[in-house]
């Protein structure tokens, strides 16, 4: 083992930080064997790295690589300081992964933070401000804009992550400089010291306030629908893109012989005893509207002959298929043997 050795600078962080194997794969979630396979010269992949670096505290470049590694990437001098071609490969190439996942977690208005239990120091990635619509320097920066309504919740969930040491995830709202309300989902976890105590908490945050809206749309949607649903006198229901019945009216339920719950198991197709490629048309997002002749199958068995409608909902942000609805109107009385 040479002193410009990975597994040489390991083992002299352990020794100087007073830690054992375990308590580094403890930390890591690894076994010890992993870990005491490092310190003989074994191989560490990227993501161990990063990690037990963190853990060090650490420069996980030195860390892997040394010195001059560590110079080389924080020079901006175009010279290139003394290094092996195969080590400064895979420092560019480190490097270049580190560069690219910075962008895939910006493109996804992904916020990564660390709080300190310690001294209640935060911190956040440089794209906070971009995601949240404000610059965060510390917690009071935070709780001044999350929305007020939030806050009993959000504290309710820190204690009990803090008392239990659990990880937690939940949405919450904040209310950026440039007005309006955005919904954050944030995920996090408490992360414990070689002791056991509890000593910081990571977590990642991300915008998800084009989904709320999407879903509050549904939600008035399905509720307008409703309101129409129990007022009028033809048969009425609203089925999802996967055929499931959203909402039935008794109309509907009436003309079937059936009550709403007992059509969770069946599906409109099932009680068309005509064809219903109208309606797959609509499912599928290849036609609009519809309009046909066709027979529904009593839950006694007679064929009740009616006139359908349908029409296709779409999602008014992202135009995909969401929901149709249709409209039932018998033409005539059912016949057939009953059953």
């Known amino acids: 083992m040479t002193e410009n050795s990975f597994a040489f600078r390991l083992k002299e962080l352990l020794e100087h930080k007073k830690l054992t194997l375990q308590a580094v794969a403890?930390?890591?979630?690894?076994?010890?064997?992993a870990v005491h396979k490092w310190t003989r010269g074994g191989e560490i992949d990227y993501d161990n790295l990063r990690k037990l670096a963190a853990f060090l505290n650490v420069n996980w470049i030195w860390l892997r690589y040394g010195e001059d590694a560590q110079r080389e990437a924080e020079s901006s001098s175009a010279v290139p300081l003394p290094m092996t071609d195969v080590r400064r490969k895979y420092t560019a190439e480190i490097m270049d992964s580190e560069a690219r996942m910075k962008l895939a977690q910006e493109a996804a208005r992904i916020v990564t933070w660390e709080w300190n239990l310690i001294t209640d120091a935060v911190t956040y990635s440089p794209n906070v401000e971009s995601v949240y619509g404000w610059p965060i320097a510390n917690n009071a920066d935070f709780w001044k804009r999350a929305h007020p309504d939030d806050i009993?919740?959000?504290?309710?969930?820190?204690?009990?992550?803090l008392r239990t040491g659990e990880p937690h995830e939940f949405d919450f709202r904040i209310l950026p400089p440039d007005g309006g309300i955005r919904w954050i989902s944030s995920r996090a976890t408490p992360i414990r010291d070689v002791e056991g105590r509890l000593v910081k908490m990571v977590g990642i945050s991300m915008d998800n306030t084009a989904r709320k809206k999407v879903e509050q749309s549904l939600r008035d949607q399905q509720a307008r629908f409703r309101a129409v649903f129990e007022l009028a006198s033809e048969g009425m229901a609203l089925i999802g893109i996967g055929w499931q019945w959203e909402s039935v009216n008794a109309a509907l339920t009436g003309m079937l012989g059936y009550a709403e719950a007992d059509l969770a198991d069946i599906t409109l197709p099932d009680l068309l005893a005509g064809d219903g490629e109208a309606l797959q048309a609509l499912l599928t997002g290849s036609e609009e509207?519809?309009?046909?002749?066709?027979?529904?199958?009593?839950?006694?068995g007679r064929q009740l002959p009616v006139s359908i409608r349908a029409a296709l909902?779409?999602?008014?942000?992202?135009?995909?298929p969401t929901h149709v609805i249709v409209a039932v109107q018998a033409t005539g009385k059912a016949t057939g043997k009953g059953k």
Do not use: H, N
């Open 152 to 161: 009993p919740m959000m504290e309710r969930i820190y204690e009990d992550s």
């Open 313 to 320: 909902c779409r999602d008014e942000e992202s135009g995909q």
């Open 289 to 300: 509207r519809c309009a046909f002749e066709a027979r529904l199958v009593r839950k006694d």
């Open 26 to 33: 403890t930390a890591l979630g690894l076994s010890r064997p």
